[in-house]
């Protein structure tokens, strides 16, 4: 079977420069190639880091971090940028173009793959209500869409760029509750059972994911699916009621 993204973090320690204590500590974990990992934890508990360590803008001082068997360390920029996309916590956009920005994911795409991409990322309506539709113009910061267009058209463009990982930071939570189930349910076909993983804040969000990794000031502190750590995290139950 072709790999499609297997992910390991073994013994994974970071820590910012001059800071007293790691934000990762001795993390250890798998994620399965085509399966959905979810992480959840309170803020500041090292979500987005852990994200940012696999696509290496840190490296770990121990650890190490691969993806298909190969050290992140050891891949080019490019073996990497195709192996891994992000839609980061606080997405961008760039002057230009809702298509230009879309193609900044890949620039061969077609306008019906955009389309697509903008139909599975719930962004389809609010682009055909431009004058311009694909081809309205963005300001550079996307100040002239809203918080959650913005959310939605840096959804597309990972969708557009087809990486074998699909990173989500925190991507769901700015969609109300039937958005964000309309979205997910349209992803695994979107994404043709790449791995996905999804840092959420809504249980709602990851109830169904394959595993879910508890965070907890750095330290992966419960992992299995939300009927196993329902039965065994203190932490994860906690989550559930708040
Ligand atoms: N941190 C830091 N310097 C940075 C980024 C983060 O010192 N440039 C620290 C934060 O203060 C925090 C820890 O690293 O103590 C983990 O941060 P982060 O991974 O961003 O936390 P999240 O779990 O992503 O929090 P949130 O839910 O608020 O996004
Ligand atoms: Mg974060």
Redesign the pocket.
């Known amino acids: 079977t072709p790999e499609r993204g297997r992910i390991e973090f073994s013994g994974v320690t970071f820590g910012?420069p001059g800071?007293e204590t790691p934000?990762v500590k001795d993390a250890s974990f798998v994620v399965e190639p085509g399966k959905t990992t979810a992480i959840i934890?309170s803020?500041?508990?090292?979500?987005?880091?852990?994200l940012n360590l696999m696509l290496r803008l840190y490296d770990p001082q121990q650890g190490t971090i691969t993806i298909d068997g190969a050290p992140v360390s050891q891949l080019t920029r490019e073996q990497l940028a195709d192996a891994i996309g992000l839609v980061p916590?606080r997405p961008y956009l760039f002057a230009g173009t809702i298509a230009s920005n879309l193609r900044f994911g890949r620039s061969g795409a077609t306008e019906e793959e955009l389309w697509e991409a903008l139909r599975v990322a719930q962004g389809e309506d609010f682009v055909k209500a431009k004058e311009l539709g694909l081809d309205e113009p963005v300001s550079q910061g996307g100040t002239s869409v809203s918080g959650g267009q913005r959310q939605r058209l840096s959804i597309a463009r990972l969708l557009v760029a087809r990486p074998k990982v699909y990173l989500f930071d925190?991507s769901f939570s700015a969609l109300d509750v039937a958005t964000d189930a309309r979205l997910r349910a349209a992803l695994p076909e979107a994404t043709q059972g790449a791995t996905t993983i999804i840092?959420a804040q809504r249980v709602s969000t990851i109830t169904e994911a394959d595993q879910i990794l508890v965070i907890e000031a750095g330290e992966i502190v419960g992992r299995g699916t939300h009927d196993e750590l329902l039965a065994s995290s203190d932490v994860y139950q906690e989550i559930v009621r708040s």
């Open positions: 910012f800071a934000v934890g803020t500041g508990a090292g979500k987005t880091v852990l916590q925190d840092v």
